[in-house]
């Protein structure tokens, strides 16, 4: 399952502040990048008043700053353009993110395109490279999480063709990532269920991917632990901060893991039904990871093994068999208490939503995920699966 290649090269953050209150060093951190910051959020960010305090604190530490709001849905390709268009307009050399993965993503993006030309699409599949350095960016994660403040990839859909573009170099890594678990207190019980399995789904897809490393593994295993024991606990009460903190620090961990190491068929799966039934990335992600496991079981008990200790201290007795079986139970039945169902419980037409599946399943294999899985689907499966995950029973 791991690579055999003896080498690897690991991209993180330059800087990872993180802690309680960790978001009031956001000025401090700034003036040493920048002179006028450009914030990316989204309007319940800017309700909820995350926007003003990182205006406040950056004017306190000396820095002018103005703000782009318009990110309402996952990124697509014309927030970019709209965001840099503010970028280039107010001569702001600085770009802050503050929201969950979408504002993060799109930070990312203006932050390349701004430098270094073009249309962000250009730059999947390495097609373009990033040669420029790109404009320096703070990543401030308000959920737990895509993880994306921990990574150096980006996905923006688009908007012609309806596809989620996976875009991954090394110039997409945030300079520095604030992770600050206050930020997260605010995030609702269906947002805290969605992130917080989509960053389950990153430590767990990072761990059996074919380019898994002794780096990467020792980071999912350690989310994987902080993830499964504190997801339901945020999911019924949300202002438990410790269990935020852990949640908060797993999701973090996740991200570096994944970045490292690649995710594999979940998300490969998941990013076309989002493209194109515009499911919630954490929501589409839940609703495929059972279905995958079990379909992927066969080629890698022994690393859901490892999962299932996590949710079954007293494991002594149990084989790799069961441990492996025990975490998909477990996992569907967490997936159950959190109020996820399957994609037909979701109100997505059956219908069109089979006629989508050749599209879907091109598209999941072209972005090259699926081949990370250690067991990799013919497009027959792939398609298979998708009919699988439509009414699968949690």
């Known amino acids: 399952m791991i690579q055999t290649k003896t080498i690897y090269t690991v991209h993180s953050p330059g800087t990872i502040v993180y802690g ?21 959020s989204d309007p319940i ?46 001569g702001c050399d600085i770009i802050i993110s503050v929201g969950g993965g979408s504002c ?16 962000i699409g250009d730059y999947m599949k390495m097609a373009k490279i990033a040669e420029q350095v790109p404009i320096p960016h703070i990543a401030i994660p308000t959920t737990a999480g895509t993880g994306s403040e921990a990574t150096d990839a980006t996905v923006i859909t688009n908007t012609k063709n309806e596809v989620k573009m996976m875009i991954k170099q090394p110039a997409f890594m945030p300079n520095i990532a604030i992770i600050d678990p206050i930020l997260t207190v605010t995030s609702p019980p269906a947002i805290t269920a969605a992130t917080g399995i989509d960053a389950l789904s990153h430590a767990i897809e990072s761990y059996l991917s074919r380019l898994a490393h002794p780096y990467s ?12 024991n504190n997801i339901l606990k945020v999911y019924e009460q949300g202002n438990d901060i410790d269990a935020r903190e852990a949640m908060s620090i797993g999701s973090m961990q996740a991200g570096l893991s994944f970045s490292n190491a690649s995710v594999a068929l979940v998300h490969g799966m998941s990013r076309p039904i989002g493209a194109l039934f515009h499911v919630p990335h954490g929501i589409s992600n839940a609703m495929l990871l059972p279905a995958v496991l079990e379909f992927s079981k066969d080629a890698c008990v022994d690393r859901l093994a490892d999962l299932g ?20 139970v477990s996992i569907k039945k967490m997936c159950k208490k959190m ?20 599209k879907m399943a091109a598209d999941a294999i072209a972005s090259g ?4 899985n250690p067991k990799v689907p013919t497009q027959e499966e792939l398609m298979e699966l998708y009919k699988i995950a439509y009414h699968y029973e949690f």
């Open 20 to 40: 309680r209150d960790s978001f009031e060093e956001v000025g401090v951190h700034a003036k040493k990048l920048g002179t006028k910051a450009l914030i990316i």
């Open 45 to 90: 960010m800017d309700s909820l008043g995350f926007v003003n305090q990182c205006s406040t604190l950056l004017r306190a530490s000396g820095l002018e700053a103005v703000s782009y709001l318009g990110v309402t849905t996952e990124p697509v390709d014309t927030y970019v353009a709209e965001g840099l268009h503010i970028l280039q307009s107010e």
């Open 104 to 119: 993060i993503d799109t930070g990312k993006a203006i932050a390349v395109v701004a430098t270094n030309g073009g249309y």
């Open 217 to 228: 593994n020792v980071l999912a295993l350690s989310a994987m632990e902080l993830i499964v």
């Open 309 to 328: 200790k996590f949710f079954n201290k007293d494991n002594e007795l149990l084989s790799q068999e069961e441990l492996a079986d025990l975490a998909i």
């Open 339 to 358: 109020d996820i169902g399957n994609l037909k419980q979701l109100g997505i037409d059956e219908q069109a939503f089979y006629a989508a599946i050749p």
């Open 369 to 372: 995920s699926p081949g990370n």
